[in-house]
C-alpha cells in the first residue's frame, strides 16, 4: 500500500487507451468499500466517456484540457439524502457482536444521529464532503494499482455541471476524477517532513 502511495502523481496528459468495463467496476469497488459516518455511504458516480460530455466538462472546469483528453472522467458527487439513513446505518452497526460502546459513547452517538436527521440539507454538505473525499482517495489508490493515473479537480463550476449532468438539488459535485493510462512520469512534488507534521508524541 505504502509503494502505490510513494508511486500516486496527479496525471494531466493520458494515453489515447480507453478504460475497460472491469477496470472501471474496480475502481468504484474501491469507492463503495470505502469507510464513512454512521456507514451512511453518501458518494455517488457518473462515469463519463461520451467525447462531447467530456469537452463540456472540460469549459466548466475552466478549459483544463486534460479533462476532456482523459478517457473517462468521474464525477464523484454526495447525496445529502443519503443521511436519512443514518438511524437504520447506525443500528445496523450497532447490532454487530463487536461493537463496544460506553453509555457515554451511545448518548453522544445517538445526538449526533438526531443533529444530522434533522439537519438543513445544506448542514449536511461538510460531513458529506468528507466522507466522499475518502472514497475517491481508495479510487485514485486502486488506479495506481491497476497501472492507471488520475487527478483531483476541485477546481470547476459547480453550476455549469450540475446543468449539464442535470442533478438533482440533493447532489453535490465534490471532485472531478479524469482517469486513464498515464502518459507523463511526473516527478514527486516536495513534501513537509515527518518532524515539521507531527506536533507531539506523548
Known amino acids: 500500500m505504502l509503494e502505490a502511495i510513494e508511486k500516486r502523481r496527479s496525471i494531466r496528459k493520458f494515453k489515447d487507451d480507453p478504460l475497460s468495463e472491469k477496470q472501471i467496476e474496480q475502481l468504484i ?3 463503495r468499500l470505502a469507510p464513512s459516518g454512521c456507514n451512511v455511504q453518501p458518494w455517488r458516480f457518473i462515469i463519463v466517456r461520451n467525447k462531447e460530455l467530456k469537452k463540456r466538462l472540460r469549459q466548466a472546469s475552466y478549459n483544463q484540457k486534460f ?3 482523459a478517457p473517462a472522467v468521474i464525477v464523484c458527487c454526495g447525496d445529502l439524502l443519503s443521511w436519512k439513513n443514518t438511524r437504520k446505518r447506525t443500528q445496523e452497526a450497532l447490532n454487530k457482536e463487536n461493537i463496544y460502546l460506553s453509555n457515554e459513547c451511545e448518548i453522544a452517538l445517538k445526538d449526533r444521529i438526531d ?9 449536511r454538505i461538510p460531513t458529506t464532503l468528507l466522507n466522499v473525499a475518502i472514497a ?5 489508490l486502486e488506479a495506481v494499482e491497476l497501472g492507471l493515473g488520475s487527478c483531483w479537480i476541485r477546481l470547476f463550476d459547480e453550476h455549469r455541471i450540475r446543468e449539464l449532468l442535470n442533478l ?21 512534488r516536495p513534501r513537509s517532513s515527518l518532524s515539521d507534521i507531527i506536533l507531539k508524541k506523548i
Open 136 to 140: 475517491i482517495e481508495h479510487i485514485v
Open 168 to 188: 438533482p438539488e440533493h447532489i453535490f459535485v465534490v471532485a472531478i476524477l479524469p482517469v486513464g493510462v498515464p502518459d507523463e512520469e511526473p516527478a514527486p
Open 29 to 31: 469497488e474501491a469507492a
Open 115 to 123: 443533529k444530522a436527521v434533522l439537519a438543513e440539507i445544506h448542514e
Open 67 to 69: 479533462v476532456e483528453d
